[in-house]
């Protein structure tokens, strides 16, 4: 029996007995066992610190002063570098990557390199920059750009989303250190397969500085962590979501309907994940690009057909990020943590796991892939982000819902009923333009089914890290992620919600503290990078 059919055999003998055990109860038993855990984990990793009489949970101070001091120390990378970053997917620069390039010019040694000389030196990597950013940006582009964003407004009224932006604005920083180094400290075998990511960079690069002990600690934290996201966030929550609009849109209510789409999806997801990263990146290349511009189509469609809402919804927003109404609780404060924490959710700049999709990219320049990393943020939060938010604010306008007001993860409505996460925004859509949430429903498949491809693949470099390389290791970590896939559906909003916010939030503590070790690593490779576009652009304007 070849290894295609060993796994689908496995899948094929598990699903049936999860989908006739759920038909009697098990989803309910599932969640009555999981919610404890889960809240308790919730409760752990965003421990909080009194600051000027607030409690502002440690995680979340992490991620906004590490963003902060990287936006800073590299000169504001995420706005003058922005245009070269576009450049770099493009492809303008790939001549760099396949040339020699002497020149005259002043001389700067990088890591024995000598940058104004650079040698012909092979490519490495197994996707070009596209498809490594499309990997990456389907793994944060999903259901948190829709899902979550109706939560952060529901708890922190329309203010998060500024706090969301502002997050967004400086993650992309984050963002540019974590790529740089996923790609300077990855490791490529004999047959050229890349295995990169914040295990490679933390263990190998905190070595470089002699700290071998607390490298090879934080690796494998990170990646049991990490593995337990793509469970979670990266997969339960996915399908969670995906199920809650397909069975709210056509009225499948029924007690085995969720774990029949779960299989579903399950299913579509295992024939695309056995080929791994070159079969994710093919699929999401393609994928990525038309559910995004499904969504933005859709999102501006509604906005600017209720035009003359758009000055007081963008007006709420700014407003009630300094002073929000009296029902949000925590004031100020409480708004700005709900924009951070679901901005986190949603692009995991912080976190280091787009960093391993990225690492496979073919190049021999580490910051020209970080370049490349800084778009995702952008493109996930201050665009997409944004969109639903305006949406939602204005579908709010006459009070369909009362902001502060959430319980189990879902807020309070006009007639009495809780609505919450995908639903609400469908509300919102299908409200502005009667119909419009059919849209949503594919758009929504979409983002579900390329986030959980890639936060296979996620999942899968970490597992390999800590049990080795082989056909068995992928076997069983693919079945595990898979029946995550069909059980997501059977968890509650608020239990997936609580679950999948922790655990990508708890990557940020082994990652940014190897990032705030490795940064002038980072350093030494931008300046590596930008040289050689200078020369690059002297050749080519000298032609």
């Known amino acids: 029996m070849s290894f295609k059919q060993k796994i689908f055999h496995v899948l094929f003998i598990s699903f049936p007995i999860i989908g006739q055990a759920q038909s ?53 990378v995420n706005i003058k570098y922005f245009p070269t ?16 390039i002497i020149t005259n010019a002043n001389v700067h040694e990088v890591d024995c390199d000598i940058v104004d000389t650079i040698k012909d030196e092979s490519h490495h990597g197994e996707v070009n920059h596209f498809q490594a950013l499309a990997t990456a940006v389907s793994g944060t582009v999903g259901l948190g750009n829709i899902a979550m964003v109706a939560v952060a407004i529901s708890i922190g009224g329309p203010g998060a989303t500024f706090w969301m932006i502002v997050a967004g604005l400086l993650g992309m920083s984050t963002k540019f250190v974590e790529c740089t180094l996923g790609v300077k400290y990855r490791d490529i075998d004999e047959d050229g397969n890349v295995y990169g990511g914040p295990m490679y960079y933390l263990s ?23 593995v337990g996201a793509s ?5 339960a929550f996915q399908t969670n979501q995906a199920a809650a609009q397909i069975i709210g849109r056509f009225g499948l209510e029924g007690t085995s309907t969720g774990s029949i789409i779960g299989v579903a999806f399950a299913i579509l997801v295992g024939i695309v994940i056995i080929g791994g990263i070159k079969r994710i990146a093919k699929v999401t290349e393609k994928v990525v690009p038309f559910m995004a511009v499904l969504y933005v189509a859709a999102a501006l469609f509604i906005i600017f057909s209720n035009f003359s809402f758009i000055d007081d919804a963008i007006s709420l927003i700014f407003s009630e990020a300094f002073t929000p109404r009296a029902t949000i609780a925590g004031g100020f ?17 912080g976190a280091g796991s787009a960093a391993i999709a990225h690492s496979a990219v073919n190049t021999k320049y580490a910051a020209s892939e970080g370049l490349v990393g800084l778009l995702e943020p952008f493109i996930d939060t201050v665009v997409i982000c944004s969109m ?36 609400l925004t469908s509300l919102a859509f299908d409200k502005a333009i009667p119909g419009s949430s059919y849209v ?21 470099q970490s597992w390999k890290y800590l049990f080795g390389r082989g056909k068995f290791t992928d076997l069983s970590y693919k079945v595990l992620f898979l029946v995550f896939t069909v059980l997501g559906a059977a968890i509650t909003l608020d239990a997936v919600i ?30 590596r990078f930008i040289d050689a576009i200078k020369v690059f652009k002297t050749d080519e304007d000298g032609n």
């Open 440 to 460: 949503l429903v594919v758009a929504v498949c979409l983002f579900a089914f390329s986030t959980i491809l890639s936060w296979s693949y996620y999942g899968l």
């Open 333 to 349: 404060i409480g708004v700005m943590i709900q924009g951070f924490r679901r901005a986190a959710f949603s692009n995991e700049a």
């Open 231 to 235: 469970f979670g966030g990266g997969n």
């Open 204 to 226: 190998r690069g905190l070595k470089e500085q002699g700290l071998v002990k607390l490298g090879k600690t934080l690796a494998a934290l990170f990646a049991v962590l990490c």
């Open 388 to 423: 639903t938010a305006i949406i939602i604010v204005m579908f709010n306008m006459d009070g369909a819902f009362a902001y502060g007001d959430v319980m189990n993860g879902q807020a309070l409505m006009a007639d009495g009923s809780r609505v919450g996460g995908v639903n």
């Open 24 to 76: 009697k109860g098990l989803d309910e038993q599932i969640n009555d066992a999981f919610m404890p855990f889960a809240s308790w984990w919730e409760g752990f990793i965003l421990s909080t610190v009194n600051v000027a009489g607030h409690k502002i949970p440690i995680v979340l101070m992490l991620l906004l002063l590490g963003a902060l001091f990287f936006t800073i120390y590299f000169g504001f």
């Open 498 to 527: 609580k679950f999948s916010d922790a655990m990508i939030l708890a990557l940020v503590f082994p990652n940014m503290i190897g990032l705030l070790f490795l940064f002038p690593k980072v350093r030494q490779e931008f300046v």
């Open 85 to 100: 970053a576009i450049q770099v997917v493009r492809g303008k620069y790939d001549e760099i990557e396949s040339q020699s």
